[in-house]
């Protein structure tokens, strides 16, 4: 009776020999992690901070450490990605828009999360340019 128990364990042994090491469970991150937008420096997404903007809730993903450089600064966030994905310098374009230090403005998409777009016009600045083109 006992016997039969031996090439079963043979069998499972060869089949817990081929299993890459790859699927074992302790490969994978135990946290999610985003990197700083500045030094590349990872975060763990429950540090990260979350800002929540007009249109939507996002990770604004620069670390402890690099978040007095950006501090009044306008920040895009991207609507698909729900991250901060650029900061800009305040300031007023040939237009007149104006981008205000500490304010979020947002974009539908970005290279980031649609490499087929290479830039995508501010959503603010769609808005501003037909509310003064109905002038
Ligand atoms: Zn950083
Ligand atoms: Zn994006």
Redesign the pocket.
């Known amino acids: 009776m006992t016997n039969n128990i031996a090439p079963m364990l043979d069998v499972l042994k060869r089949v817990l020999d081929d299993t890459p090491a790859t699927t074992t469970p302790t490969d994978k991150p135990l946290i999610h992690q985003i990197q ?1 937008a ?2 590349q ?1 990872l975060i763990p997404v429950s540090e990260a901070t979350i800002v929540t903007t007009s249109q939507t809730t996002a990770i604004d993903s ?2 402890v ?2 978040a007095p450089l950006f501090k009044g600064l306008a920040k895009i966030v991207c609507l698909t990605c729900r991250q901060v994905v650029a900061c800009v310098q305040p300031h007023k374009d040939a237009s007149g828009f104006e981008f205000k230090p500490g304010a979020y403005y947002h974009v539908a998409v970005c290279p980031t999360c649609t490499p087929t777009v290479a830039s995508s016009a501010l959503l603010e600045k769609k808005q501003y340019d037909q509310m003064i083109g109905r002038k």
């Open positions: 700083c500045n030094c420096g620069v670390c450490k690099c």
